[in-house]
Every structure is written in C-alpha cells, then in structure tokens.
C-alpha cells in the first residue's frame, strides 16, 4: 500500500516562506505528483504538478505563478513545494497526491499565513 506523508507546514507571517515535502513510501514512479489545496470554505485546487518527465504545470491563476516552485527528489520520490513570498490566501490545507494508474492523497499539511 502507498503512503504519502507531508511535512513543512506551519504559521508564517506574510512575506516569508515555507518549503513542504511529500515522501511516498515506494518506490515505484509515479506518472505524476502534485500539490492541492483546500482553504476553509472553499473546494480543494490544484496548486501544482509535475510530471514523471519533469513537465512542471501550475494553478491556472497569477495566485501561485512566480512565487511556488515545484520539485521532485527523484531518488528519495520526495515532492517538494518551494513557496516564497507567502500571502494571507495562501492559508489553507496543502495535499500531496500521485497517481500511477491508481491515485493517492497524503493526509495534508496546515499552512497559515498569518500577521
């Protein structure tokens, strides 16, 4: 069975930054991992993916662009959110998924943005 964990949630003040990881307990390859969200309220989005050949794709908003960088440890099959220059919507719960054939969701992370 495949477990996602993440890490590197937090309360950071506006501007500053946080980097989370999501380690799967495997090690096959995924055909691709990504990053949602889910702020209170509000349905859960996409926030990035990327793909088993390193294609990057993000939020189809200016909300994420610039500021969120998208990784992937390929040998730990470690996914890394890089996000900088946090603002106050960015508060929400982050989820790691993967799919290889089959889809996963890791239990989520809290970020809150916070002054």
């Known amino acids: 069975q495949v477990r996602l964990v993440e890490s590197g949630g937090g309360l950071v003040q506006p501007g500053e930054s946080l980097r989370l990881s999501c380690t799967a307990s495997?090690?096959?390859?995924?055909?691709?991992m990504g990053w949602y969200r889910q702020a209170p309220g509000k349905e859960r989005e996409l926030v990035a993916a990327?793909?088993?050949?390193?294609?990057?794709?993000?939020a189809d908003s200016d909300s994420v662009k610039g500021r969120f960088t998208i990784s992937k440890d390929k040998a730990k099959n470690t996914l890394v959110l890089q996000m900088d220059s946090l603002k106050t919507e960015d508060t929400a719960v982050y989820y790691c998924?993967?799919?290889?054939?089959?889809?996963?969701w890791g239990q989520g992370t809290q970020v809150t943005v916070s002054s």
């Open positions: 990327i793909y088993a050949n390193g294609h990057t794709v993000y």
């Open positions: 495997t090690s096959i390859t995924f055909s691709v």
């Open positions: 998924k993967a799919k290889a054939g089959w889809e996963w």
